[in-house]
Structure formats: C-alpha cells, structure tokens
C-alpha cells in the first residue's frame, strides 16, 4: 500500500467533495503512518487494506492477506476458536477488545492487544477495523519484573523464618526467665511498700505483654503458607494463629469459593493479610479486626478493617494514610505489579485497608457463587 494511492484528489471537485476527500486523505494518513498496526475488513470479513505496520508485523503481503481469511493465517490452533469468537461479534456490531497471542508468517508466536471495532453505517456494519499491538516486549519486562520479585520474596521469608527461629530460641526463653524472676520478687515484696510492690507488678505485667507480643510477632513472621493448603484455608489457619496468640478477636468473612486463582494473586493477597496483622500488633491498641475478601464483578477486594487504631491522627479522620513505613509501602507495590490498588483509610474509630485486585474472567471459577461468613466461634 503505497502512500501515493492516500493523496490523489480531482482538482475539479466540489467544495463539499473537497471537504469529504481531504478527510478522506487525513483519515488514509493516519492509518498509512499511525504505529498500530491496522487491518481493514469488508461486511464479509474479507481482506481490503493494512498499512505497513500491520505488515511488518505478521509478514504478510497485501496479495497473501487477500488470499486467505485473516484467521487462518494469524491464530494458532490454541486461538482458534478465541479468534473465532471475536471476529462473530465484530461482525456483529460489537466492539471487542483482547489482549491474547497470534502467529507471524514466519510461525513466531507474539503477544498482541486487539482491537476490534465495527464500521457501522445507516445500522449496517459495512466492514471492520483491527488493531493490533504489539506487547510481546513489555509482557517480557513485566514477567521479568515479577519474576525478580518472586526471588526478593524468597529471600524475605528465609530472613524472616531465621528472624523467627531467633525470637522462639532466644528472645523468649530470657523473656520466660524474665517472667519467672518477677514472679518470685512479687511474692517476696508482699509484705513491703506499696509502692514497691505496685512497682513490681507493673514491671511482671508489662513482661507478660512482651512475651505475648513477640510470641504472635514469632508466628506472623513464619506462619503456615499456601503451599499446604488452598488460599482461604491459609488466611483462616494464618487469622486463628495470630487471634490464639494476640488476644485480638478477628472476624473473617471469606467468599464462598476463590475458585482457581494465580498463584502470584494468592501469595499477594496471603502477604498482605500477613503485613495487615503485623500492623495491627506493631501500630494499634485493637482488640478487633475484620478481614474480607469479596468479588466486585471482575475485581477481588481484600479489606481489613481494625477499631482502636493507637498509631493515627483521630481528628482527622477520612484522610488517606500516607505513611512512609514498609508494610504499608510492600503491600502497595505488590499490587501495583498485579495492575491492583491499595487503599488505607483512617476512620473515628479505626484504620480500613483494601486491595482491590483484577482478575482474568476466563480464570475465575466462582462467578454467581454464594457468600459465606467463616466466623471464629
């Protein structure tokens, strides 16, 4: 398709025809120059013209387009009925978006977001318009990324099993002495001061809270994960270990079936659940919090909600959290990595996070199930 074939116009032309053929001309420029690689089908989604980037693209010539139909030389056999699907819509008067693969001439395999619009005129769809993108280069960036990712989670939960192991063989047994020796010096003031024994009893108490406190910071930093059990079993084990520990009741309500999900959207929804405990036992004086995870159409929301926050500003309540601390911070740029979002919203009486996660339709399994609370008794 040459550019010449865009720019020839009759100078004898009406005003109006002139009107219409430099539109015409714009509108053939843009196709001939734009990026995007475009295709141009006729009501019978037969080939009639691609500008270069289409061709340089899938390899084909405008003759080899023409001489077959555009789904057999670009799907793949695993596509096959995908592309299909959408060329009926299309055709239909849809308009249909996708991010899948397709096939080159050559029979590489590239990663590609289609658009497919109609052209519709006086309600009759005269022909259709593809475009397509080429994305294979950022799907590589962004496998890489999460792939650096997995390996820096790795590396956290090593540090955090040994930082657990050293809190369990050292920390709380001198804690347990601790207690021990308190105990003894209570009963042997009991005939002393007042003062001193008040004193004494501050200090056997606030040694209890320490044990307590490093015993459920022990457990959140090495609790049982997803690799044996499914994702609702993991938080509701996770929740229960953390509530027996703490003392801090938790109320979890779970959607009735998660179906099958990917493994990197369980391990982020996992962690953060993890980070939002942690918080809570580092920041907060709560004796409640309540976790959900619900599905919003094509979005996952895990929310957590916990009363008595200790750590934020109570006359201002319903601004955003900004903190710079990196739980808050790590459950962010977990999300941001899935296409996710994090919100943490102080309320009166407590602190809200919710991760919103998208996921892939064709992969979630529990569309229309029912819900169901999983309370602690």
């Known amino acids: 398709m040459q550019g010449s074939e865009y720019l020839q116009v009759d100078p004898g032309a009406s005003s109006s025809q002139d009107d219409s ?9 843009l196709i001939e120059n734009s990026p995007i690689a475009i295709v141009v089908l006729d009501s019978f989604h037969r080939y009639t013209l691609c500008n270069p980037a289409f061709q340089r693209l899938f390899k084909y010539s405008p003759q080899e387009l023409a001489a077959s139909t555009l789904d057999d030389l670009i799907s793949t056999p695993r596509f096959a009925e995908e592309a299909a699907r959408l060329t009926r819509l299309v055709m239909q008067g849809t308009h249909t978006h996708c991010v899948t693969q397709r096939r080159q001439k050559n029979g590489m395999i590239v990663d590609v977001e289609i658009y497919g619009v109609p052209l519709i005129v006086n309600g009759q769809v005269m ?14 960036r962004v496998h890489a990324s999460r792939h650096i990712a997995g390996k820096i989670d790795i590396i956290q939960q090593e540090e955090r099993r040994r930082i657990a192991r050293d809190l369990h063989d050292s920390t709380s047994q001198e804690l347990a002495a601790l207690n021990w020796n308190l105990n003894r010096l209570t ?19 606030l040694a209890q ?23 609702a079993s993991a938080i509701e084990d996770l929740t229960r270990g953390f509530q ?5 009741d938790v109320e979890l309500s779970l959607c009735g079936d998660l179906g099958s999900l990917p493994s990197e959207v369980e391990a982020t929804l996992y962690r953060i659940v993890q ?36 750590d934020y500003d109570k006359d201002s309540p319903g601004v955003p959290y900004r903190s710079s601390g990196t739980g808050i911070e790590g459950m962010r740029e977990r999300l941001n ?7 943490v919203q102080h309320r009166k009486n407590g602190l809200t996070i919710s991760a919103s996660l998208p996921i892939d339709l064709e992969r979630r399994r529990c569309y229309d199930t029912p819900h169901f609370d999983r309370r602690r008794p």
């Open 21 to 29: 053929g430099c539109s015409s001309i714009y509108l053939q420029a």
């Open 244 to 248: 027996d520990r703490s003392g801090v």
């Open 127 to 140: 022909g259709v318009y593809g475009l397509y993108q080429d994305i294979t280069e950022r799907n590589r």
């Open 337 to 343: 990595q899935l296409g996710g979002a994090l919100q």
């Open 275 to 310: 980070e939002g405990l942690a918080n809570t036992l580092r920041h907060s004086h709560s004796l409640r919090i309540r976790i959900s995870l619900k599905w919003h159409s094509n979005w996952l929301k895990l929310t957590m909600a916990n009363e008595e926050v200790g």
């Open 209 to 231: 809270e320490c044990s307590e406190k490093i015993r459920s910071a022990s457990y959140l930093l090495h609790p049982p994960f997803l690799y044996e059990a499914d994702l």
């Open 187 to 205: 009963r042997l003031v009991e005939g002393g001061e007042e003062s001193l024994k008040k004193l004494v009893e501050y200090s056997r108490q």
